[in-house]
């Protein structure tokens, strides 16, 4: 598949997010699956894959088990910052632009996720790159309005970790929660970047990509 169609394609996937249908389409169009059958093996994705392993883990009483969670295109979508930049190369002062907007559309298979996740007693930690200085505030209001509320925190880029690569300045964040006596039981991200380095946690999810790679 040429860049041209992998981004059409996901145009279509990220429309059918908006109405609710997830990132693929099945005969029973919802995030938590039942099973997957013989005729639904179209059907496996991370969301088959993640729902089945949420569904064997609980959270212990102690309130240390957590999931991780990356932001931009996992828990908030870029895509129209994307098309009206027709996706051409990161520009990263118009990028600062879009997100400090506050625009950015919720993900609803990610938001089901970490509802669910809330609910069994896990607890939620936000790791994103973005400049904790100039769109900590944004960003913050923008989860709250998608419906990503109740988090336990969310770590953003500080001056001491600026320039270093994504998965180094990750692997700090995780480390930190870990140092803390956090359990990491699940990772999610739309970057390998987001889910490399240390104390990734006992699974990670990858959330398909195409418009861009971070290393």
Not at 55 to 76: E, H, K, P, S, V
């Amino acid at each position: 598949m040429g860049s041209s169609q992998a981004l059409a394609l996901w145009v279509v996937i990220t429309h059918l997010l908006s109405l609710g249908g997830g990132f693929v389409s099945c005969a029973k169009p919802s995030f938590w699956p039942s099973s997957a059958t013989h005729d639904e093996a179209g059907c496996l994705s991370w969301r088959v894959q993640v729902s089945a392993y949420v569904d064997q883990i609980a959270a212990a009483a102690d309130g240390l088990d957590a999931w991780i969670f990356d932001i931009d295109d996992t828990c908030l979508s870029n895509l129209l910052y994307y098309q009206a930049k027709r996706f051409g190369a990161y520009d990263p002062m118009a990028f600062k632009k879009w997100a400090s907007q506050g625009a950015c559309p919720g993900i609803p298979p990610v938001l089901e996720l970490f509802a669910a996740l809330q609910d069994k007693g896990f607890k939620a930690f936000l790791v994103s790159g973005r400049d904790e200085e100039t769109l900590g505030s944004g960003t913050s209001q923008n989860l709250e309005s998608e419906g990503f509320s109740g988090y336990e925190r969310l770590m953003m880029r500080t001056p001491e970790y600026r320039g270093q690569s994504s998965s180094v300045f990750k692997s700090a964040m995780r480390k930190q929660l870990v140092d803390e006596g956090y359990r990491i039981r699940g990772n999610v991200g739309d970057q390998w970047s987001d889910l490399q380095g240390d104390n990734v946690g006992d699974r990670v999810f990858k959330i398909p990509n195409p418009m861009y790679f971070v290393p």
